[in-house]
């Protein structure tokens, strides 16, 4: 299966929101409300952010926000903070019992 | 709290094997779905393979079925993933996870597996 589409980075100014948009097809993101997001650091392991779709574990600051359309999921940065410059990856639940990540997306607080 | 810590990567030559491991702790080991993840140097994540609670359902991705085996024990509290045919596109940081039904919830730091001659 093919990786969902991310855009390779998105930057903003603290404070501001920045959304990062994942695309996949019907038997995926589009097929499935389990699309989860994933915040890595440089040199650490990843760390859930949102699960299905739009719900946080806790610990999660409310910042972190998910949601999906059709085929595209989105996860939105609202009130942009230093610590939340990383890597992000969507990742999706697909046919056949299988995972498929996104392409990853650098975020840059400017 | 929930502890997962992998071991036994290392540097191997093309059509070696390796078992890798994954110790657990802080949580109910074997009421949870696991799974392993990997990370190619400077690249993005790609899903391995997962189990279920009692190895009954399990699943791998393309690239690795027939050739890795996903496998738990959970007197143990381990998972475990063995390779076998290994070539240098299986070069990567492996994660063991929590989850696996719909979610990965939450990881290991990683054991790195190079495959040189």
């Known amino acids: 299966q093919s990786a969902l589409t991310q855009p390779h980075s998105v930057s903003g100014s603290p404070g501001q929101s920045v959304t990062i948009p994942c695309t996949g097809i019907?038997?995926?993101?589009?097929?499935?409300?389990?699309v989860s997001w994933y915040q890595q650091h440089p040199g650490k392991a990843p760390k859930l952010m949102v699960f299905?779709?739009?719900k946080r574990p806790s610990g999660v600051p409310d910042r972190f926000s998910g949601s999906k359309s059709g085929n595209t999921a989105s996860l939105t940065i609202s009130g942009l903070q230093a610590e939340d410059e990383a890597d992000y990856y969507c990742?999706?639940?697909?046919?056949?019992?299988?995972?498929?990540f996104g392409t990853g997306t650098k975020v840059t607080v400017l | 709290q929930v502890q997962l810590v992998e071991s036994g990567g290392g540097l191997v030559k093309p059509g070696e094997s390796l078992r890798l491991s994954c110790a657990t702790s802080?949580?109910?080991?074997?009421?949870?779905?696991m799974s392993w993840i990997r990370q190619a140097p400077g690249k993005g994540l790609e899903w391995v393979s997962s189990?279920?609670?009692?190895?009954?359902?399990?699943y791998y991705t393309d690239s690795v079925r027939g050739r890795f085996a996903i496998s738990r024990d959970n007197a143990k509290m381990s998972l475990y993933l063995q390779m076998t045919s290994l070539t240098a596109e299986d070069t990567a940081i492996y994660y063991c996870?929590?989850?696996?039904?719909?979610?990965?919830?939450?990881w290991g730091q990683g054991t790195l597996v190079t495959v040189s001659s």
């Open positions: 019907s038997s995926d993101v589009g097929g499935y409300n389990y």
């Open positions: 990742c999706s639940f697909a046919a056949t019992n299988t995972f498929v």
């Open positions: 189990i279920n609670k009692n190895s009954q359902t399990i």
């Open positions: 996870a929590r989850g696996g039904l719909t979610r990965f919830d939450f």
């Open positions: 299905d779709v739009n």
């Open positions: 802080g949580f109910p080991f074997s009421g949870y779905y």
